[in-house]
């Protein structure tokens, strides 16, 4: 069984793919509590359905497409996010999952998209204590990285809202064995047009100088901060 908050086609605004037409599966649930998390319906307060894998299956042959991402919340929670991935192999298609890297598992997929958590995802001043050090416990683990890394093509996004972020990307990476720069990007937080710009207007010089890559956020730009897209 996977709970799941939402299916629907879009277009990836994020990463490698970014402008690809894609099936995006969001599951329900996740084992952090970022602060500026953007889909706290799938996180913070998790909605939806369990269903069986037969039944998801038959939801996403509803729309025609060949890339299918599997994000969240936080995917990897489910055990049977494995048969759900071998399904779509089966029918031929290109599969991303969006993880936040702290879960390993026996899972095949053509794109790992993962997303570490910095030290500025923490959800102090904003949910329970119990939460804060559970969230602080679980965020960092470059071993859990690495070996999804190990496991096919990946690209590694770094949520960034100050040059301390970005900075702190650098001490993250030097923890971190065997990545090839050109699969790290560093992406503006914001749900906004008008945050991003601002973001950008010191990430874009700061990624050339580290010869970084910067990943925006397409998908705001063309539909606005909303569900279904």
């Known amino acids: 069984m996977i709970r799941i908050s939402e299916i629907f086609q879009s277009v990836q605004g994020e990463g490698f793919l970014t402008g690809t037409p894609s099936i995006f599966v969001r599951t329900s649930g996740c084992n952090l509590r970022c602060w500026f998390c953007d889909t706290r319906y799938a996180s913070w307060e998790p909605e939806g359905d369990s269903y069986e894998v037969e039944e998801i299956l038959r939801k996403i042959d509803v729309f025609r497409g060949e890339h299918v991402v599997i994000t969240g919340g936080e995917p990897m929670i489910f055990e049977a996010l494995g ?3 071998k399904e779509l ?3 031929g298609k290109h599969i991303t999952i969006e993880t936040a890297g702290t879960l390993d598992g026996q899972v ?4 790992w998209s993962i997303s570490p958590k910095l030290s500025n995802s923490s959800p102090i001043d904003y949910i329970g204590e119990a939460w804060v050090r559970k969230h602080e416990a679980v ?3 470059p071993k859990v990285v690495e070996s999804l890394m190990s496991k ?3 690209q590694l996004k770094f949520v960034v809202g100050s040059i301390l972020d970005a900075e702190e990307v ?3 990476l030097s923890h971190l064995r065997k990545w090839d720069r050109h699969r790290v990007m560093l992406m503006p937080r ?3 047009t008008e945050e991003l710009d601002i973001q950008l207007s010191w990430l874009a010089d700061w990624c050339k100088t580290h010869d970084l890559r910067l990943c925006d956020r397409q998908h705001i730009r063309w539909f606005g901060n909303r569900r279904g897209t």
């Open 83 to 85: 048969e759900l991935c």
């Open 89 to 91: 192999k089966q029918r």
């Open 108 to 111: 095949d997929c053509d794109l």
């Open 139 to 141: 965020r960092y683990a």
């Open 152 to 154: 096919g093509d990946y």
């Open 170 to 172: 650098l001490e993250y």
């Open 190 to 192: 914001g749900i906004h």
